[in-house]
């Protein structure tokens, strides 16, 4: 099992700037992708970007493709999403998530993510 804790959420003007933390503890050794998805008010919960753990991989959702970036150090067993040039409808509640599982589901999937931290918000104002 595993457990993340995020933090870095927060209250930011559109076309500033936030980084999110995710550390993961527990049995991590298994861990194949870390990501990061977000959900609105009124909304399903959206793939944003997610990292293979081992190579770095990365991906990302159309709509955060140059202003968001994720990176992860694996001595910390961390991960963290870089968001620049944030705009109002980045706006929700962003949760970490870890997956073990490594078959076919797309990494952008949630379905295939077995632990989820408990969210952290983030306000863009106009």
């Known amino acids: 099992q595993v457990q993340l804790v995020e933090s870095g959420g927060g209250l930011v003007q559109a076309g500033g700037s936030l980084r999110l933390s995710c550390a993961a503890s527990g049995r991590t050794f298994s861990t194949y992708a870390m990501g990061w998805f977000r959900q609105a008010p009124g909304k399903e919960r959206e793939f944003v970007a997610a990292i293979r753990w081992t190579g770095g991989i990365t991906y990302y959702a159309d709509s955060v493709k140059g202003r968001f970036t994720i990176s992860r150090d694996n001595a910390k067993n961390t991960v963290y999403l870089q968001m620049n040039n944030l705009k109002p409808d980045d706006t929700a509640v962003y949760y970490c998530?870890?997956?073990?599982?490594?078959?076919?589901?797309?990494?952008?999937?949630?379905?295939?993510?077995?632990?989820w931290g408990q969210g952290t918000q983030v306000a863009v104002s106009s």
């Open positions: 998530a870890a997956r073990d599982y490594r078959g076919s589901y797309p990494i952008q999937s949630e379905t295939r993510y077995d632990y």
